[in-house]
Structures are given as structure tokens and as C-alpha cells.
């Protein structure tokens, strides 16, 4: 899959064409094949997990919740912070 030749791509960006989505799947599929950002996509699911945290703390505060949510935000702010600092220079 990722040693498809560029005419291979482009062949399957005229299958998309008449798709709704034809555009952003085409974009998603060239950028993880040239980049390899399939590890991103975890990302999706954490923050997918504070927003149920904040909806269930919104709909019924319960301590234990108040405490899960700001140990979930102050561990993605903390590896924010790592990725800064290892990566900012580049």
C-alpha cells in the first residue's frame, strides 16, 4: 500500500471524484502516505474521552469525575510540553 507508484494514487483519486468526501479522503490518504501520520489517529480517540469527561461533569458533577478530568488535561498538557521541547527546534 505505501509503495504504490504516484499513477496508482492518482487512479484511485478518480475513483473519489464523484464522492461528497471524494476531496477530504483523497487529502487524508495522500498525506498519510507520504507522512505516515496513522499513529495521529489515537489522538482522535483521547480527545473523544475528554469530551464525554466534560459532558458527564456537565450533566452531573461527581468529584471523582472533577479529579479524572483534570489528571487527563494536565497529562495531554504535560506531553504538549514534552513535544515542544524535543520537537519546537525543528
Known sequence: M?????????????KHENSHTGLVVNAFLFDTRKIGTFWFLDS?????????????????????????????????????ALGFVLYGGR
Open 2 to 14: 505505501h509503495d504504490q507508484p504516484v499513477e496508482d494514487i492518482h487512479n484511485q483519486d478518480k
Open 44 to 80: 482522535f480517540d483521547t480527545n473523544e474521552f475528554q469530551i464525554i469527561l466534560w459532558l458527564v461533569l456537565w450533566w452531573k458533577p461527581v468529584r471523582i469525575m472533577v479529579i479524572l478530568s483534570k489528571m487527563f488535561f494536565a497529562g495531554v498538557s504535560l506531553f504538549a
